[in-house]
């Protein structure tokens, strides 16, 4: 069960179960506080760009670089100020993917980082668009992680208010009589009630309406807006409500009206989808699939949405009924790992309290295994079912990766910086948590392999590629 | 008889079955890529009806020109005409009969979501039927050419990170994407020691399938080194994927699948320059290395390009395309009868668009697909039956 609620078991985290028990070890899951890191995983956060500037003050010094590099007259210095501000955008989306595998394999919140991830790819932006790179640390780190175990409303109007979610799903761009309909599409049928959650194409149509004027502003210019509708105007951080581009008829949305009013409509439809019975499903469903399995149990599933409705959508809620139900237990130890669960509950088994100094080679085998942080590009995130990742392909991939963490430091402890003074060879995994809590449920033909390594690097590799960790 | 002997016995019947059936199948070094453009891409911009007043009315930012203008398509026939960034590669392959187009191609699926759609394509079940979604039509033919499923004859491949939907179902199809490969860290020795912790359990199929792919792989881009070590042409994106497909296929695989992304164009897409145009001229040099690198297996192999619906007709308030219906589907191959726009159409007008505002669906994609796997595999009508159930395949006469 810890497998299943950690992102991994490592002897920190029996420890912890054993030191508070079982139930209470698993509220403070439900309901944490602050994370206590270990101190060199806080130090490495803390020293980070996106953890000291502000969102908008770093978008708005992007763009001015941005601006600055495109006015350049000369073609060489110009290419050269245009690669600086790639590279930078490419820091700063790295920072914020290290940050999030720090977290992952380091806080001691387990089932509130888990649901982070799954948040994020349940409103999935992909880093490649636009200046989407600078913002999607703040993305996770304020409009997700806060909300991970509490309302879906607030964790819904979060996304909807972010500029990430605004530019990835190109609503910025919506405005009354130049309709776009992507985000309105989407935030139907993957973000609230699901493809079959009973909308049609006249809604998709009446709620990018809602959704005119409402974006993103990236200066520090204030638009022009009629004097009339002055009172309207909205600006918080890089979040822009322009009355000027929206849409004040009525609309007919979800067989209601909707008066038109302003941002007022955007809260009145967002409560509306969110109360939604198809919503309730739809959400606890997904829930149930990846902690649960491909096909979780209606039953279970409809126990769910009676708690998410009963609680007006509270997550931590919704979890609770799903984890005292039998059918959690019965799958214990049966959903096949996707790649983030195959990497973090590897590094957390390797070097559960010796702090990495660089989550770089996760990253890459994030990538390799074709699950890379904010990088899927289409809004549907990745997928959660077991079929999708039990790949032959996918298998030879986790081998080599086992082989490299398994016989070395795997680049885990390179810095630019001074070299440590320890050096690190290769992982101890043949440690007392493994001969007390892993031994006894490996299966015989596992053990048999484990035999037969001529080293105890190859006997990492072989309990890395073995079936027991390759399912939580 | 001992353990091992009735292992041998079990393992030996279904391949004396099949061998039988072989010598009586036809066409067996018939070999199809199936590619898929994941987003929806705008059809309306790669096959121009430059006759349409219509088209030029509704995109005033985003039409292609007509043929002899500045920049503008490359006539193919009198009503249709090719997006220009396709000049060196599809264009030529057009006139040569190597390449067709079916417009007015789709789905019935009317949420006009990526996703669903996709799978709708991927599934190839009928719309109103309660899907499977362990079965995709590519796997069924797979498993209806091999006639028993323990014996692959008919080796199929998907060339992406992940076993796309497509591919998934009773046979074991291997996976591996070809952008970025690797020399492999496990040995033979390691592999057979991991295979055996597997053996037994039900990812045992995928890791010996996987071990054998890489091995394939492996012995393939040897080549590849060493090849790139001599010239200093350095190959790149869906290029070089495409030539690393064809190798692959060419001698060792009859059926293929890719997936190319990045066509979801809501915004600024472009028109004979620009985003879109980058994406066709990538997926043109892409195709038209795969038919070089293919050598004289050309002669015998099928490309088929789709994507899960087309876009609206008219371009939108920020010079992009929204979710649409028809869009256009590529049929490619050193024997097919090109040269030809093929299936039902109607005149591009706004009277005919459907729901006002997207191309319509005039050829069904199991119907067009049907047909176009029946003649390339050869396929009996109960072998055709299996793969789209209760289908009437569509005879276009281009292979």
Redesign the interface.
Known sequence: MLERVSWGVNGGSVRQVQAQGWHAWLQAQLHPGKAALPPAIAAQIDAMTISQVPLDQLVVSMEQKRKESAGVMDDMAKQQAQKDYQQELNRLAREAATRSLLLDVYSPNQLQQQLSWFWLNHFSVHQGKHNLRAMVGDYEANAIAPHALGKFRDLLGATVHHPAMLRYL?NE?N?A??????YA?ELM??HTLG?NGGYS?AD?QELARILTGVGVNLGTDTPKVKPALQSQYVRRGLFEFNPNRHDYGDKQFLGQTVKGRGLAELDEALDRLSRSPATAHFISGKLAQYFVGDNPPAPLVARMAATFQQSDGMIADVLQTMFQSPEFRQSLGKKFKDPMHYVVSAVRLSYDDKPILNAGPMLNWLSR??QPLYGH??P?GY?LTD??????????TR??IA??IGSGSAGLFKTDGPQPQEKVAFPQLASALYYQSLQPGL?P??R??LE?AASPQ?WN??LL???EM?HR | MNRRDLLKALAAAPLLTHAGRLLAAPATDAKLLFVFLRGGYDANNLLVPVGSDFYYASRPNIAIAKPGAENGALALTADWALHPALRETIHPMFHSGEAAFIPFAGTTDLTRSHFETQDTIELGQEINTRRDFRSGFLNRLVQTLNGSKANPATPAIAFTDQLPLIFQGGVQVPNMALRSVGKPGIDARQSQIIAAMYRGTPLQQPVSAGFVVRDDVTKELTGEMQAANRNAISTKGFELEAQRIARLMKDKYNIGFVDVGGWDTHVGQGGANGYLAGRFDELGRGLAAFSQEMGSAWRNTVVVVVSEFGRTFRENGNRGTDHGHGSVFWVLGGGIKGKQVAGEQVAIAQANLFQNRDMPVLNEYRAVLGGLLRRTFGLTSAQLDHVFAGVKPAELGLV
Not at chain 1, 177 to 182: A, P, V
Not at chain 1, 387 to 396: L, Y
């Open positions: 190109d761009a405005a009589k130049r309709i776009n309909e992507n599409r049928e993957l493809v194409q998709v295994m074709g590009q289409t549907d997928p079929a999708s990742w039990a790949s032959p392909g996918q298998m030879t081998f080599d082989r490299t299966s033909a596992t048999q392999a037969q190859e590799t072989f590629s073995s079936p390759m």
